[in-house]
C-alpha cells in the first residue's frame, strides 16, 4: 500500500537519493526544499526547517495531497566548520538549530498523525562524526550526536504505538558537502575508510529503505552505520 512520505531537505544530495528510492517502492513522496526547483515527480514543497510556521504549512500540503505523514525521513542539514576558538556563537546556534531543532520541529508535527493511526516510520540522519568527533566540526558532531539521544528517547516514548525511530550514520559520502573539501584533506579521508572509498548517495538511500519497510518492523532505536568501516567501534 502507498505511503505517504516526507524527506525534508530533499532537492539534491543524499536526500534526493531517498525520495526517489521510497518512491520506487511504492510510497507517494514529498520532499522539502528551500531553494532552486523542487525535483521532478516529486510533490515539493517550500519549507525552511529552522521556522515552525514554514514546518506546519509544509505538512498541510503533504497531508491535502498524499495524507497524514507515515514515513518521515528528516535529513536536511548544513555544516559550518570552524576551529572552536574561532566558531561564532551564531555559527554553533545555527547549526544545532538546523540540524537538531530542525529534526525536533518534523518530528514534533509527524508524531500527531502517526499516533492516531498507530504507524509510523522516523528516520533521522546523523553522522558518524556524531560518535567519533572531528576537530573543526564541535557543533556539527554535537548536533548529530544528539539526534541519536533524541531518535531513542522517541523509540521509547512511541513504541507502543507502533512507531519506530532509527537513526542512520553516513560516513563520508560524494555530495556537494564533501565535494567542497580540499583534495588533501579528501585522501586523508580515503586512508582512514577500511573500505578505501567515500559512499554513494544510493547506499544510503538503501538503508533508509530498508528501515521504512516491513523488514525492519521490529527495528526501533538502533543507529545504523553506513560509513565504509569508518566509525567502527561504536
Ligand atoms: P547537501 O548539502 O547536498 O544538502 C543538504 C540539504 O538540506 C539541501 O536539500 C538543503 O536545502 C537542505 N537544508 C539545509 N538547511 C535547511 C533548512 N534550514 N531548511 C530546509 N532545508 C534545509 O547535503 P547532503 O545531501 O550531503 O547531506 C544530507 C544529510 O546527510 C545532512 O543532514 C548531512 O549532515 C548528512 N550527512 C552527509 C554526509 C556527506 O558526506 N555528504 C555525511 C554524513 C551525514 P537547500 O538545497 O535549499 O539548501
Known amino acids: 500500500m502507498s505511503r505517504s512520505a516526507l524527506v525534508t531537505g530533499g532537492s539534491r544530495g543524499i536526500g534526493l537519493a531517498i525520495a ?3 518512491q520506487r517502492g511504492g510510497d507517494a513522496v ?3 526544499y528551500r531553494s532552486g526547483e523542487p ?6 514543497v517550500h519549507c525552511d526547517i529552522t521556522d515552525s510556521a514554514q514546518v506546519d504549512v509544509a505538512f498541510k500540503q503533504v497531508e491535502e495531497e498524499h495524507g497524514p505523514v507515515e514515513v518521515l525521513v528528516a535529513n536536511a542539514g548544513i555544516t559550518k566548520d570552524q ?9 554553533f546556534t545555527s ?5 537538531l531543532t530542525g529534526s525536533f520541529r518534523v518530528a514534533k508535527r509527524a508524531v500527531r498523525g502517526m499516533m492516531r493511526k498507530r504507524n509510523g516510520r522516523i528516520i533521522l540522519i546523523s553522522s558518524v ?7 573543526g566540526q564541535a557543533n556539527y558532531a554535537a548536533s548529530k550526536a ?3 539521544g533524541f531518535a531513542r528517547s522517541l523509540a521509547r516514548e512511541l513504541g507502543s504505538r507502533n512507531i519506530t525511530v532509527n537513526v542512520v550514520a553516513p560516513g563520508f559520502i560524494e555530495t556537494d558537502m564533501t565535494a567542497v573539501l580540499p583534495e588533501e584533506r579528501q585522501a586523508e579521508i580515503k586512508k582512514n575508510v577500511p573500505l578505501g572509498r567515500y559512499g554513494s548517495v544510493d547506499e544510503i538511500a538503501k ?20 560509513d565504509g568501516g569508518l566509525g567502527m567501534g561504536h
Request: net charge negative.
Open 83 to 91: 576551529l572552536l576558538a574561532l566558531m561564532s556563537e551564531d555559527d
Open 129 to 135: 562524526v556524531g560518535l567519533l568527533g572531528s576537530g
Open 20 to 22: 526517489r528510492e521510497l
Open 207 to 226: 538503508t533508509v529503505g530498508f528501515l521504512a519497510s516491513d523488514s525492519a518492523a521490529y527495528i526501533t532505536g538502533a543507529v545504523i552505520p553506513v
Open 30 to 32: 514529498a520532499v522539502t
Open 39 to 44: 525535483p521532478e515527480g516529486l510533490l515539493g
Open 146 to 148: 544528539g539526534l541519536v
Open 95 to 99: 547549526v544545532l538549530d538546523t540540524n
